[in-house]
């Protein structure tokens, strides 16, 4: 029985080691990678001073509410969730063959952590996450980036939106295809009044993982978004 025990855990220890090279082999690999990407990505059509700060802070109180002070990755700020903007850069801009849950998501959080967040400052993050944000298909396209996504849903350039639309294209970004402000107009009308709230500061998230805000709901108590599963 010892034998046995002994050697489950020499079998435990070598998956551990594998596992352990295989994720320096990526974060390895990422670096390799790192300089052609930015290089790429170096003239973003669309700018952090376009938008203006108001704007800016707006995003990332919904987005990322700790961009400015964590490096990459975030597991404390109230309304956080899973996922930083500098880890959603890192899922557009190193998995181009697609993402998957599990080991995946490591990889994003180490190459977040220790490629991207070093390699590039927070306004050039914010300029890359402006160009490269996904808001789902419309009518078989891809829409990327906040300036074709007002033109897209709105018929406008980006600089053009009211703070009402520009609430409404955040207001996406949890969920791109099932906050639509015109196949879904009432499920994003909701969660940008969601949104709203919380920006005038009349209510709060609930935890690290409440990207919902029920604390922002109707006054009688009774959500109303989403009306379908996102």
Known sequence: MRQWAKRGAMAAAAIILLLLAWEAFTVIRARSRTQAILAANAHPATTIDQIGARRVAMLLKVEDPGFFHHHGVDFSTPGQGATTMTQSLVKRLYFPGGFSPGFAKIEQSLIARFVFDPATTKRQQLDMFLNLASFGNEQGRQVTGFADAARTFFGKPLAALDDRQFI??????????????????????????RIMALLAGRCRPRGVTDVRYPDCATADGKPRWPATPL
């Open 168 to 193: 409404s294209l955040v207001a996406m970004l949890i969920a791109p295809n099932a906050l639509d402000p015109v196949r879904h107009a009432g499920d994003n009308a909701e969660r940008a009044r």
